[in-house]
């Protein structure tokens, strides 16, 4: 069974550095693309990272370039999302979601990606 795994959520203060890690099972990790989302209350889901397949190129948004850095590990099954200086404006619900099959780069467009995990609670705040 296909599943996407988010977890290392939680709450911390401005400045200060999370990781987010995606155990996903059921696929093989190496032939897939990975993206991070996110989605804070009242707004729309907003494409965070994302890592190619076979080439393991990466993309950032532009909010979070310079911050955040996604990394894959294949052979324990996970894409993790450092996220350092963190900023108020980062409080969101954090999903993993599996893009395309051997791709060399990948995008931040959510309609690219055809599976999601549950989700993981970030809060910034003093």
Not at 25 to 53: D, H, M, N
Not at 54 to 70: E, H, P, Q
């Amino acid at each position: 069974q296909l599943q996407l795994v988010e977890s290392g959520g939680g709450l911390v203060q401005p400045g200060g550095s999370l990781r987010l890690s995606c155990a996903v099972s059921g696929f093989t990790l190496y032939y897939y693309t990975i993206g991070w989302f996110r989605q804070a209350p009242g707004k729309e889901r907003e494409g965070v990272s994302c890592i190619s397949s076979s080439s393991s190129r990466t993309n950032l948004a532009g909010s979070v370039k310079g911050r955040f850095t996604i990394y894959r590990d294949n052979a324990k099954n996970t894409v993790y999302l450092q996220m350092n200086s963190l900023k108020p404006e980062d409080t969101a619900v954090y999903y993993c979601a599996r893009g395309p099959a051997a791709t060399s780069i990948c995008g931040l467009s959510g309609g690219e990606y055809s599976d999601w995990g549950q989700g993981a609670q970030v809060t910034v705040s003093s």
